[in-house]
């Protein structure tokens, strides 16, 4: 067993056990966006940020990637990891505001502003599609190309794979194509929907207080009155 | 008569020393003794005289004479002849008539006189292709020494004793680092020299690959002695063909002499290299990211721990050093770690090889020992800077080092003093720029250098350096506001912190040294819109002084758009419409009358 | 090869030695590093090679990486027996020419070219 400090709290957990696992374990909130717990840990999105401290010292991990280890002094929430967070929720934000998970993530997070000029682009190069197509669906179809400005996610050579057997598994997994946040008209009012954090979401007035477990919620999406974009 | 007359210097400089010059200088006492003339002249020890190819040197003070190629059985003929009859011995004495060629000595030029030598000792003397010649100046002697007195426990606690550090940036204790590797679990272990020096404006390990290979294969060899490896691995760029193909051929010519593969010198210790080429990606100077690229992987870091030293190649223990800690180790060996340890300041011991490059007057290779200031680097190696320009700051450790100003030139170099100041070692680039350099400018270069050499597995370090484009790129063409600076704070400290690699972790330093040391100048292009450095085109806007003018036509002739028209001998003026901002009067113009609007006149708070 | 042994590396070490330090001819080392190669040391060393051949003069003509001062390259070493090195800087095929014609066969070095003389401090 190993044992270490997780915001404080002394505790426990099996070798080989990483520090998002073990802060899930334990219930401490560590938002996520490339891990999924079918598949290899990636550690690209770095939203699972936690700080280590030792004396005066301090490193942020990955906690997804991070095994846990004796004596670590693990911090899920300190003010620099937040603060970093939130910066990294800000540009994804700008890049991808169409993917109702970084939505999601930016009304958890209290994320009100983007500093930075709004892109509208499909992808978050976060790599799940491609761990899903190799890991789970033994297709090894896609895969990462290139590096730095060219990075994307492609078949091989760019042309049609032998081995896709167009499962959907990609498309299944990924942040950013199959869930739409419908919200945001960018040109108008910027790329934060904030919609779905709204204290009075317009299913309110037909359920009353139910509480809405559906996700995406359907109620939201036909009760709105926003633009739906054309390539929904 | 109290005062001696004459005093015999005798060269105690290593190479004099390795040349039997102790004996040499006891033969002269005695020789001097047995003619009585010990109570005249006196014989003493003296450091380098800076022929060392020479050796053994000694030097007759005061006539000021230099003998070399002296034995000790010349000694008792020599006294004979110089001191009783007043001969000069025509075939020992040094240095041609120096005075009527006027010709410096090599020790006088300041470029290499502020030098130490220990790494590239053999540099410009030895034929890299030749394994005999590198033989014959010490070459693989540290490895028989290892083989016949050292057990690889021993080995290593010398290593750490020299407290010699990676040269590749970080700077960990390298006999820790084998230390770690020896005790990891394994029966299997690898070695492996990083030579993927992809830093623009570096080129010190290529230097070394060319020009002394076989120093960075004996320090290969030595350490899997110590760590127990009997596989090691040159992963070298492919961008440098000459460099590959010596190293390749040393390679050879170590496995014809016995010096590589099985019973190595005769003893029961085996060891094989083989050399990987990569493709030229920045990020597989990474180490995680190297070993990938060597498994035939695409080269992009992992999480660390588990370390290479624990879990590398194959998930076997892998030390991988850089080709210039590699180097050092055979002269450690051989001279001892005391004699390291002497050398450098209390954290940092030995030399550094810099490739000083940029506005300096001479560019080059510099090794240098640990301690020395970067004043003394820039400007009494590299003799300042060319023209009437003024230093304006200093890259140090690559792209992903800093920029320090002249304030900061005073630090000695130092990995510890390097790291406070905002900078790092890195591998030891020095890129000197001068007033022309804009800052903004030069960090934008380096940003985009980085983003592109990103592997772009982290969000962090992909988006963040590319954010951090977009808005240097906004400052540079005068779009930009002042709360746009505290973004880019944000986004560097994102990359900074949030990044995996070392590479990540790095990458936003130009950013975030330019703004630390250079924010005026931010402000300036921010809030004023004006580039002091006159580089970006947007921001500049150059007029013709009219008192300065004294209308000599060359700024109209150079011109390429006639912008600039006047008659001869009166000011000239410059069309705005027409002006495309390409400096060529600016560069011309002998009496600075062409300015852009005077910065130094606005105030900052 | 034979494999060497111990004794036989110190050996070679002193026979080599004692052949680089008692050379009988002149030595000329051209600064072959990729610096000196890209501002034209291959040149150098061709012009060398060409005028050595048409004269049948006896040098030991030699390779070696970069000298360090790159911004001054091509560069060349010239040592007379018992005499110290002579280091060129910034050299071209004509300059070449006027130092094996003045150097080599006369013995005065050209102080025009010459950048020092001696070696550097090692250690």
Redesign the interface.
């Known amino acids: 067993m190993i044992k270490f400090k997780l915001n404080g709290l002394e505790v426990q957990v099996e070798e080989g056990t990483t520090l998002l696992e073990a802060a899930h374990f334990y219930g401490f909130p560590v938002p996520t966006l490339c891990y999924h717990e079918g598949l290899s840990n ?5 939203l699972c ?1 936690v700080e280590l401290k030792q004396g005066n010292q301090s490193r ?3 906690s997804c ?3 846990a ?1 004796n004596d670590l002094n693990v911090f899920t929430n300190s003010e ?1 990891v937040v ?2 967070r939130k ?2 929720i800000e ?2 934000l ?2 991808v505001p169409t993917s109702k998970i970084v939505q999601d993530l930016a009304s958890k997070y209290g994320v009100h502003r983007v ?3 709004v892109e509208n682009k499909d992808c ?4 799940l599609c491609t761990r899903m197509c190799i890991e789970q669906m033994d297709g090894k179809a896609i895969g ?1 190309v ?4 060219s ?1 994307k996610i492609t078949t091989a050579f760019d042309k049609r794979s032998d081995t896709c057997r167009l499962c959907g598994g990609c498309i299944y997994i990924c942040p950013a194509c199959q869930i739409r946040c419908i919200g945001p008209n960018i040109e108008k009012d910027g790329p934060i929907c904030n919609a779905c954090a709204n204290l009075e979401p317009p299913c309110l007035d037909q359920f009353e207080n139910m509480m809405c477990y559906m996700d995406p919620c359907v109620a939201c999406e036909i009760g709105t009155e926003k633009p739906v974009k054309s390539k929904l | 008569m109290g005062s001696k007359r004459t005093t015999i210097y005798v060269c105690m400089g290593t190479s004099c020393d390795a040349r039997k010059s102790r004996r040499l200088q006891e033969a002269f006492s005695r020789a001097l003794k047995d003619k009585g003339l010990h109570d005249e002249i006196d014989v003493s020890a003296t450091s380098c005289l800076g022929y060392c190819d020479e050796g053994p040197n000694i030097l007759i003070e005061p006539e000021n004479l230099m003998y070399h190629n002296l034995n000790e059985e010349d000694v008792p003929f020599f006294i004979e002849e110089h001191f009783i009859k007043g001969n000069r011995l025509e075939n020992y004495i040094l240095a041609p008539g120096n005075g009527e060629l006027k010709i410096p000595d090599m020790t006088d030029i300041n470029f290499f006189k502020h030098q130490r030598l220990v790494v590239l000792r053999n540099r410009g003397r030895l034929e890299p292709d030749s394994i005999d010649e590198y033989i014959a100046m010490d070459g693989y002697a540290a490895l028989s020494k290892v083989l016949e007195e050292y057990t690889p426990e021993s080995i290593i606690v010398e290593i750490i004793d020299s407290g010699l550090r990676g040269r590749g940036g970080a700077g960990f204790p390298t006999g820790r680092k084998w230390q770690i590797c020896r005790n990891a679990p394994g029966n299997e272990k690898y070695i492996v020299c990083n030579a993927d020096e992809g830093d623009p404006g570096a080129f010190m390990d290529r230097s070394i690959l060319e020009s002394d290979p076989h120093a960075v294969i004996e320090g290969m060899i030595i350490g899997a002695r110590a760590i127990g490896a009997n596989q090691g691995f040159v992963y070298i760029r492919d961008e440098y063909p000459l460099a590959v193909q010596r190293i390749k051929k040393a390679i050879q010519q170590a496995e014809d002499y016995g010096l590589l593969g099985d019973h190595i010198l005769g003893s029961d210790f085996s060891f094989t290299l083989k050399i990987v080429r990569g493709a030229g990606a920045f990020v597989c100077g990474e180490e995680t990211a190297l070993l990938a690229s060597i498994e035939g992987k695409v080269g992009r870091p992992r999480q660390r721990p588990p370390f290479p030293v624990i879990k590398g190649l194959w998930r076997k223990p892998t030390n991988i050093n850089n080709v210039e800690t590699w180097a050092n180790v055979p002269h450690i060996i051989r001279n001892g770690a005391k004699w390291f340890s002497n050398i450098g300041t209390a954290k940092s011991k030995g030399t550094k090889i810099f490739s000083l490059v940029g506005k300096v007057t001479n560019t080059g290779l510099v090794e240098v020992p640990m301690g020395i200031t970067l004043r003394e680097v820039i400007f009494d190696i590299g003799a300042g800077i060319p023209g009437d320009k003024k230093f304006k700051a200093v890259q140090i450790g690559g792209p992903s080092g800093g920029c320090l100003p002249d304030k900061m030139l005073d630090i000695p170099i130092d990995y510890d003093q390097l790291v406070q100041a905002g900078a790092m070692m890195g591998s030891g680039g020095l890129i000197v720029m001068d007033e022309t350099t804009c800052m903004v400018d030069l960090a934008k270069y380096f940003t985009k250098f980085l983003y592109e050499e990103s592997c772009g597995k982290c969000w962090s370090c992909r988006e963040g350096l590319r954010r951090m484009l977009e808005i240097l790129t906004k400052i540079t063409e005068g779009k930009a506001k002042e709360e746009d600076l505290d973004t880019l704070r944000d986004l560097a400290e994102m990359t900074k912190y949030a990044s995996m690699c070392g590479l990540g972790q790095t990458a936003a330093n130009p950013v975030l040294s330019t703004l630390k040391y250079f924010e005026k100048e931010y402000i300036l292009h921010v809030r004023y819109k004006r580039c002091p450095a006159k580089v970006c085109k947007a921001l500049i806007n150059f007029y013709v002084i009219p008192e300065r003018c004294t209308g000599c036509m060359r700024c109209v002739a150079a011109c390429p758009t006639g912008a600039i028209t006047g008659p001869r001998s009166e000011p000239h003026n410059i069309d705005q419409s027409k002006c495309i901002k390409c400096r060529a009067c600016y560069e011309i113009c002998k009496f600075n009358a062409i300015e852009d609007v005077i910065v130094d006149a606005i105030v900052i708070k | 090869m034979a494999k060497l042994s111990i004794e036989d590396l110190k050996n070679l070490r002193d026979t080599m030695y004692r052949k680089m330090t008692n050379e009988e001819n002149p030595k000329i080392i051209v600064h072959m590093g990729t610096c000196g190669i890209a501002s034209g040391a291959q040149e150098i060393y061709d012009t060398i090679v060409r005028e050595l051949t048409q004269e049948k003069i006896n040098v030991t003509l030699k390779t070696s990486g970069c000298a360090g001062l790159c911004s001054r390259e091509p560069m060349i070493t010239i040592q007379l027996p018992g005499k110290a090195p002579v280091k060129y800087a910034d050299l071209n095929p004509k300059k070449v020419i006027k130092i094996l014609n003045q150097h080599i066969r006369n013995g005065v070095p050209v102080a025009d070219y010459a950048l020092a003389i001696g070696s550097e401090t090692t250690y």
């Open positions: 990636w550690g690209g999105c770095r940020i942020i991990v990955s990637t991070y095994l280890q620099k603060k970093i910066t990294i540009t994804m700008a890049t500093r930075v000029a978050l190069l976060c790599g990462l290139g590096r730095g400005d990075l």
